[in-house]
């Protein structure tokens, strides 16, 4: 079992920037993919963002790219998600995700790979 806590979300001004940060244990976390998805009111769940267990591969979905970094920590078993100019079309729950992988590159984007999930962090943007 993978137990994975999101903290960092909450209220900023568009233009604004948070930092989500998603704490795992319970298992070798350098064994895992780890993305990042977000779930918006009356929208279906969708991928943010992912990178592979090194850390040496990312992957992210169009609307963020340029403004969203994903990294992590394998010492301190955390993965991050760095929002830089937030705009009210990324308000969402933001949740992360942990999937097994052997390919030290390998990234996955659907979220039918993973089997972990945290409980998710809310990300409001105000206009």
């Known amino acids: 079992q993978v137990q994975l806590v999101e903290s960092g979300g909450g209220l900023v001004q568009a233009g604004g920037s948070l930092r989500l940060s998603c704490a795992a244990s319970?298992?070798?976390?350098?064994?895992?993919?780890m993305g990042w998805f977000r779930q918006a009111p009356g929208k279906e769940r969708e991928f943010v963002a992912a990178i592979s267990r090194t850390g040496l591969s990312a992957y992210y979905t169009d609307p963020v790219k340029g403004r969203f970094t994903i990294s992590r920590d394998n010492t301190k078993n955390t993965v991050y998600l760095q929002m830089n100019s937030l705009n009210p079309e990324d308000t969402a729950t933001y949740y992360c995700?942990?999937?097994?992988?052997?390919?030290?590159?390998?990234?996955?984007?659907?979220?039918?790979?993973?089997?972990?999930w945290g409980q998710g962090t809310q990300v409001t943007v105000s206009s």
């Open positions: 319970g298992r070798t976390f350098i064994n895992f993919v």
């Open positions: 995700a942990a999937a097994f992988a052997v390919g030290l590159t390998t990234i996955f984007r659907s979220s039918r790979e993973y089997g972990y």
